[in-house]
């Protein structure tokens, strides 16, 4: 239940949704001070998340800087959260745009950091069929020559919350030791790391796939941009999730 709640109130909460709502409301009412404050309403929404230099301002204080990695010696595991590949029509699965996570955790590996790479995904769609990201990010890591031995999979998962109780099993149950290199996107990892120490995970953040780079003030960045619309869907869930964490 909680998983079907979680993707219903996804809808309502993003900045789109108010502004379709209170353009609509703008419209519908007969009060001409109602429609006047409402159409007010709807365009400065849509200036405010429009706006790249809040974006960008808001982005920065909101992502997990990275924790420098002990320089010699391997820790025992990168733990690398779904959610940067799916399927096509045809069953097959693809690379998406948060894809950084599965070269940083590849990187992670090749470079000797961890010994082991545990993929923890499996379908978070409200209606899917039997594919299981964690199953086909395996496919990719054998063409790396990841041997399977240093490979884990956790394909159950449908949340972070599910990320990680079911990684948490997966780990005791090969005997690894803390503490794990949690790998996720930047504007992902804040809330990751609330919900690892609730299930009393010990796990060092290793952000990967920032949205936005320096705090710096352009003249382009004044311009309201419809792309960073968009991109604010990512960090408005973040953030309730976030809160909601902190109450459950």
Known sequence: MYFIFSKLLLILILPFSWFLAFFIAALVVKKQHLKRRFLIISVVIMLLFSSPVLFSVFAHYWDIKPVPL??????????????????????????????DRFIEGLKLFTTGKVTHILISSGNGNLIHDNFAEADWVKTQLKQFNVPDSSVLI???????????????????????????ILVTSAFHMRRSLNIFKKTNLDVIPYPCNYMVGENKVSIDGLIPDAAVLGTWNYYIKEVVGNIVVYFK
């Open 154 to 180: 956790e394909n159950r998962s449908r949340n972070t919350i599910e990320n990680a109780a079911f990684s948490k099993i997966l780990l005791n149950k090969n005997h690894l030791q803390p503490p794990y």
């Open 70 to 99: 002990k320089k010699t010696g391997a820790y025992s595991c990168a733990i690398v959260l779904g959610g940067f590949s799916g399927e096509d029509a045809n069953g097959n699965g693809f690379f998406n745009t948060s894809a």
